[in-house]
């Protein structure tokens, strides 16, 4: 075997992230990746979005490829960490000389429902393109992003949508309620019948989508004797606490010297940035991922925007007028900027990512000011 093998157990897109970051840093040697869908790494974004929409086609969906042997439709069952090796689906024994767990997350399946979709993987959004392009209505239980993406896909293409929510309000959580007010009345306003606060949820229809939020696969992790807490525990490096074993992307809690805070993070795009990180790290060019998180989310013609890693906040400053895109509402803790969700404002969403990732001090004034130009102050 080669010396230096770089096994990654794995196949999506922090896989793809970490292989491209490895030989962006000039390792030269053997990368495996093995992953448990049939799939090359590919965009997940689009599966709740333009490709329910058939604006995206399959082919479009894949990523570049990388340099690493692919190993689909296998997966690691054990790491043993003591031995550099892993012992996979397919009866083979393979040595490593660093292993990168990046098996990422899965739905949250709710008990008695576990034979409904559950929109994560591409096999999924397949069935559920079948169900759209049948017509006539279409249940869904959850109204985080996923719920919602796909809610106004499915009104967009003339369904008759209902939606059940057990919380007050969508997003509840992550926009707080003022948010997610505004946000269901979109939603209604398009003529979802929105039902929030269900407690006791109707038995939904076959056909019926589940999307209430992903937890880690820490599994392999966790029987490896591998430190998880909600996620498998990693440094700024993406070093867990067992020798030459690295993780990155959903499956991961990463200790994150920009909020100074172990976060899990379930975004496309931290997961592939993240990845590469950690691959450049394993590679030698190690630099800690202070990144902030950021991702989009298409409903109807409204283009939302998210930055920051969902920590809790105590205060709010708007930017324009509430409820009349482009605005953006900031989240403070303390009176320290800690994300900021912008309604067809990326610009604003931009300028706030520089502030952040500097760690600028902004008050609340300054943020409330549509003539103050974030991006400046970070120069100061």
Wanted: overall charge negative; proline content about 6%.
């Amino acid at each position: 075997m080669s010396s230096h093998r770089v096994v990654i157990a794995g196949g999506g897109v922090a896989a793809h992230g970490a292989a491209l970051g490895l030989r962006q840093a000039g390792y030269q040697d053997e990368v495996v990746i093995i992953g448990r869908e049939p799939h090359p790494p590919y965009e997940r974004p689009f599966l709740s979005k333009r490709y329910l929409l058939r604006d995206v086609p399959r082919e479009r969906l894949f990523l570049p490829k990388v340099e690493a042997e692919l190993r689909l439709g296998e997966e690691v069952l054990e790491i043993e960490p003591e031995a550099h090796a892993v012992r996979t689906s397919g009866g083979e024994r393979l040595d490593y000389w660093r292993l990168l767990v990046a098996t990422g997350g899965r739905p949250r399946r709710l008990p008695g429902l576990e034979d409904r979709i559950y929109l994560r993987e591409l096999d999924a959004a397949d069935g559920l393109l079948r169900v759209l392009d049948r017509g006539g209505s279409l249940e869904i239980v959850g109204a985080g992003f996923i719920g919602s993406e796909v809610a106004a896909v499915a009104r967009i293409r003339g369904l008759a949508v209902t939606v059940f929510e057990a919380l007050d309000q969508p997003l509840l959580r992550v926009l707080g309620p003022e948010l997610g007010a505004w946000l269901a009345d979109v939603h209604r306003g398009h003529g979802v019948d929105l039902r929030t606060g269900v407690r006791d949820l109707p038995a939904p229809a076959q056909s019926a989508l589940i999307a209430v939020g992903t937890q880690p696969n820490v599994e392999l992790a966790t029987a490896a004797g591998i430190r998880c807490d909600n996620g498998i525990m990693v440094d700024e490096l993406g070093r867990t606490d067992a020798p030459d074993v690295y993780a990155a992307g959903d499956c991961t809690r990463f200790w994150s010297p920009l909020f100074e805070a172990a976060v899990r993070v379930e975004h496309y795009n931290t997961a592939h940035r993240h990845g590469n990180a950690v691959g450049r790290t394993i590679a030698g060019d190690g630099r800690p991922f202070a990144e902030a998180p950021w991702f989009w989310s298409d409903q109807y013609d409204l283009n939302l925007q998210y930055i920051g890693a969902g920590l809790p906040w105590d205060g709010t400053v708007v930017r324009g007028q509430f409820g009349s895109p482009p605005f953006t509402l900031f989240f403070l803790q303390e009176g320290r900027l800690v994300g900021a969700l912008g309604v067809g404002d990326g610009r604003t969403i931009g300028q706030a990512r520089r502030v952040l990732e500097s760690k600028t001090s902004v008050t609340p004034a300054q943020l409330a000011d549509a003539t103050v130009d974030l991006k400046a102050l970070t120069r100061r």
